[in-house]
């Protein structure tokens, strides 16, 4: 089991920034992708973003490419979020993923185990 716990969420104004964490734990030994997914009230949830074991492939949700980063510290066993620009549909509880894979993917259904959530709100 890879139990994760996001933070960093928070209340910033439109244009602002933010960084989300994403510590994982417990059977972390083998290599494994990382992903940001969003779920914004009354919606599905939809991805974000997500970086392979190496670092070296990332994909982003067009509608978040060029403001939003994602990087990780594998020594650490920790993911991030950069976000700037931050707009109003932004807001969400934003979720972590660990995929038992070194290769990154875009649908939630390849990922094996999820964090709470860490609630993120941009007002305008």
């Known amino acids: 089991q890879v139990q994760l716990v996001e933070s960093g969420g928070g209340l910033v104004q439109a244009g602002g920034s933010l960084r989300l964490s994403c510590v994982a734990s417990?059977?972390?030994?083998?290599?494994?992708?990382m992903g940001w997914f969003r779920q914004a009230p009354g919606k599905e949830r939809e991805f974000v973003a997500s970086i392979s074991w190496s670092g070296g492939t990332t994909y982003y949700a067009g509608s978040v490419k060029g403001r939003f980063t994602i990087s990780r510290h594998n020594v650490k066993n920790t993911a991030y979020l950069q976000m700037n620009s931050l707009k109003p549909e932004d807001t969400a509880v934003y979720y972590c993923?660990?995929?038992?894979?070194?290769?990154?993917?875009?649908?939630?259904?390849?990922?094996?185990?999820w964090g709470q959530g860490t609630q993120v709100t941009v007002s305008s």
């Open positions: 993923a660990v995929r038992r894979s070194m290769v990154p993917g875009t649908s939630s259904g390849l990922y094996d185990y």
């Open positions: 417990g059977r972390t030994s083998s290599s494994y992708a």
